[in-house]
């Protein structure tokens, strides 16, 4: 027998399916919104209610947005020679945050894998190969995650990018072995990014 009605039931199941949530989590959280409905919950459910409807990818480099070009491809400021690939859109806000970085990204969507069937053409490799074809890039960085999956793909990203003429580096090793933008600090990020190298 539940313990709630089964709408409530059915939202608490719903936020037990993010990440870092389980059941009890979820149960408190729907407890906490449910004392302040008002304060918190009903705005809440109207920002998801916009994002859900507004947020798309960029056209362009595949960051969340809410517009066909997200904000730094929309910049004029960004340096277009410079392109930073990143495997998820957590990444390129760890990159963003680290404030080191003035060019542009890519994203990804992930890395190869042959053991999910994950091929080159859906992490946007191709479109990366196009962009640095289009002769505005002189530079791609490859910002991937220091994991076997991450130097797979870099390796094939290098070589995708061969015969482009664009210089192709990665970060230096400050990132360490196994670990993953997005968990790093903006310091470790800035260090690596001045320090990265040809591949």
């Known amino acids: ?64 947005s809410t517009a066909e070009l997200c904000p730094i491809c929309a910049d004029p400021r960004r340096d277009g020679a410079e392109i930073c690939v990143v495997e998820t859109v957590a990444d390129l806000w760890a990159m963003e945050r680290s404030g080191a970085f003035r060019g542009r990204y890519h994203v990804l969507g992930g890395t190869l894998s042959a053991f999910e069937e994950v091929t080159p053409e859906a992490l946007r490799i191709p479109d990366l190969v196009a962009r640095a074809r289009a002769g505005e890039v002189g530079e791609v960085i490859l910002a991937l995650n220091a994991t076997l999956e991450g130097q797979t793909t870099a390796h094939v990203i290098a070589e995708a990018l061969a015969d482009t003429g664009v210089h192709v580096s990665t970060l230096a090793r400050g990132v360490p072995v196994g670990g993953e933008l997005d968990y790093l600090d903006e310091g470790t990020i800035g260090a690596a990014l001045k320090a990265r190298r040809g591949v």
């Open 1 to 64: 027998m539940a313990e709630a009605p089964a709408d409530i039931e059915a939202l608490i199941a719903q936020f037990a399916r993010l990440p870092g949530l389980g059941p009890r989590s979820a149960r408190r959280l729907v407890l906490h919104l449910l004392r302040r409905r008002s304060a918190q919950m009903m705005p809440l459910a109207e920002a998801l209610g916009r994002v859900a409807a507004a947020a798309r990818d960029c056209r362009t480099c595949g960051n969340v």
